[in-house]
């Protein structure tokens, strides 16, 4: 990636920071599971375990805001990204104005011991995305719309608990993969036939739904708990096996978190999260992408990195016929972010999700 050295340590020494800080507190007694802040804020995946023979199901709502174009860190005009290189220009034909992503996530987890956790994740994308076609001759640049969606790759994981049962630390293991259950053929209409007229062509990377690729997920997780206080940081990385069938790979992902939480009341709790993501360039392209048709289109213009700031609320409701219901929201806003590009920069993200334990 084409990132200041200097710059990306700043960002992966903030992330750190918030993850050695809560390794501090003082912890005491057992692990509190009927608790609000006993799960992550909700944008957390795979941050704890089930006693023997529990199940729980859950559902993510995921909406995500994209808008103005960054190289670096610089803001970059659509002029200047399909302006000629002999002008100062990138050179596409296209450039991006933003894109709205919601993903819809399905989870199952199921205990089959009390050290082991089973979990799947299933996910439907709806993605838009608007974008302008520089128009030679004088005339005005057309805007347009591009839309796909449908389901997502499937990931599938193990979650092992290493620190001892009563422990108000707990350490996890989490061994994942992803299946690539996402198409990677998704088309649209575009105005790129003769006057503008529209023509079905391969969409750009961005608005893909999947992989194409097998891919591994292995991370750490750490959680701790006080009487009002708990805490907790994440690695997971993302690795890609293989080239997919379009005759490329997407590249890597790093994720990075540390959060801390505040329990109001068993109820109620409140928390604070840094959330540091990296990932990669494609390896190869695929035939039916024609990397200058549009910086989302070229391989060498997918990866970036973003450090975002994030607070949430959970809720475990404890009574009544809704016991062992919980709810959780976070909003996350970037507050560094770095991209090959001209990219699309997020402007912001959130989570929404329900999960109920039996």
């Known amino acids: 990636m084409h990132v200041e050295a200097s710059k990306f340590t700043r960002s992966r020494i903030c992330a750190m920071a918030l993850l050695a800080g809560p390794l501090l507190a003082h912890a005491h007694g057992d692990w509190e599971s009927a608790r609000a802040d006993a799960h992550a804020p909700i944008g957390v995946m795979g941050d704890h375990v089930h006693d023997a023979g529990e199940w729980m199901l859950g559902y993510r709502y995921m909406p995500m805001q994209q ?3 960054l190289n670096g860190s610089d803001r970059v005009s659509r002029e200047a990204t399909y302006s000629s290189v002999a002008d100062g220009g990138f050179g596409y034909h296209n450039a991006p104005i933003d894109m709205d992503m919601a993903m819809h996530m399905f989870e199952v987890m199921y205990a089959p011991t009390d050290r082991v956790t089973l979990m799947a994740m299933f996910n ?3 993605m838009d995305m608007t974008a302008e076609l520089h128009s030679h001759g004088g005339h005005p640049p057309i805007r347009y719309d591009m839309e796909s ?3 997502g790759d499937t990931a599938l994981s193990a979650l092992v608990r290493l620190t001892p049962l009563d422990s108000p630390h707990q350490v996890i293991a989490n061994l994942g993969l992803t299946l690539p259950t996402g198409s990677i053929t998704e088309d649209d209409d575009m105005p790129h036939g003769p006057g503008g007229a529209p023509m079905e062509m391969r969409l750009e990377y961005p608005m893909q739904l999947g992989s194409g690729t097998v891919d591994l997920q292995p991370g750490l997780t750490y959680v701790g708990q006080a009487a009002r206080w708990s805490w907790g940081g994440q690695g997971i990385a993302t690795l890609r096996t293989g080239t997919n069938d379009e005759g490329y790979t997407l590249g890597n992902r790093a994720n990075l978190t540390g959060w801390l939480a505040y329990l109001w009341r068993q109820e109620l709790s409140t928390s604070l999260r840094l959330a540091y993501l990296t990932w990669g360039n494609l390896d190869g392209q ?3 992408i024609p990397p200058m ?3 989302a289109a070229d391989p ?6 973003r450090l975002d700031v994030g607070v949430g609320t959970n809720w475990y409701l404890s009574g009544g016929v809704l016991r062992g219901h919980r709810l959780g929201l ?7 972010q770095r991209l090959d590009g001209p990219q699309l920069e997020t402007d912001w993200s959130a989570v929404l999700g329900w999960q109920y334990a039996f």
């Open 293 to 295: 048709m549009s910086p």
């Open 124 to 126: 439907y994308i709806d």
């Open 286 to 288: 695929d035939d039916e």
């Open 300 to 305: 060498r213009a997918q990866g970036g990195e």
């Open 330 to 336: 976070e909003f996350l806003v970037p507050i560094d």
């Open 149 to 151: 969606d449908g389901l």
């Open 67 to 69: 808008e103005g174009l």
